[in-house]
């Protein structure tokens, strides 16, 4: 009898151990602790998607994706370049494999509704496209610096700002927000897909561990208020010379839905050039309010880059007949 009370007792103690291991871990993943094990891999790019690695400060080895056009780069010419922003918890992969992003843009290439441009997609892990208040993980600086100066010198891409447009969803919409309002030098044409409003989130969670390892604990809202884009547009950043395309779900949290309506009237009290589309009735996500913008916003940047082509075309090899 004492015996069957152990094995029991100890059958028990182990379903106990490992109901408790099996908590911590979906507690981890929730709140972005898991160690680099417990990650989801990304998924597989598409064949003929390139890889490169850059060596970053502070950050190690980072990746970036690229996808060419249909029929490649043409010749003696250079090309728009567009940036693509994954969200929080993805990967460089995630617009290529759960957008589809590539066969999109490659129908609207084909049907001259877009011109062919390059399409880069880095890694951002989850470090929000923001400096990091240790300075030990410069996420803005390798977008606004070294991704860009990586890539211009290995594609003949355009650096004007009207050739240049920064794309983003959720994480990668704060992203993409933040960082053309912080460099209209740098990016002409900017996409936000449900960019989290950070203030709003900080708000709402201010202890979450997604936050405070980039702002601190607590919250440095001098530090995070540099990089909201509701505060830099109040503050006077952005320029009527770049175009803004905020989308979002009506069913969305507030740090994404109220959030992107705040920061649209912002843009128009101050008569930047800002268009919104909101998608009834969905939540946050791919399937659910992203896919159903992308013909817009691929549409929108066709039309800009139409209006606003490249000021100088690259020069022929001498002897050489310029491509039709």
Known sequence: MISQLTDRHMTASRTQRWARACLLVVTLCVHGLCAPGFAKPPPTAPAGTRQHQ???????????????PPG????????????????????????????????????????KRLPPCLVVLPQGDSGYWADWIDGEHPWASWLADGLLADVRARYPVRTDPAGVAIVGASMGGFGALSAALQHPDLFGFAVSLSGTDVELATQAQPHRQTYTRVWGDPIRGDLLRRVNPNQLVCGGAGRTSQQFLLGWGSREPAKFAKGGARVARAMRARRLDVHVRTVPGKGHGWRSAWAPLQGWWIGALGRWLRQHPARHAVKPPAGQPRAP
């Open 54 to 68: 850059v060596q970053v400060p502070h950050l190690g080895q980072l990746r970036y994706l690229v996808h060419l």
């Open 72 to 111: 490649g780069l043409p010749a003696h010419t250079k090309v728009p370049l567009v940036v693509l922003l994954h969200g929080l918890g993805g990967h460089p992969e995630s617009w290529l494999v759960d957008a589809e992003i590539g066969a999109h843009l490659d129908a609207a290439v084909e049907a």
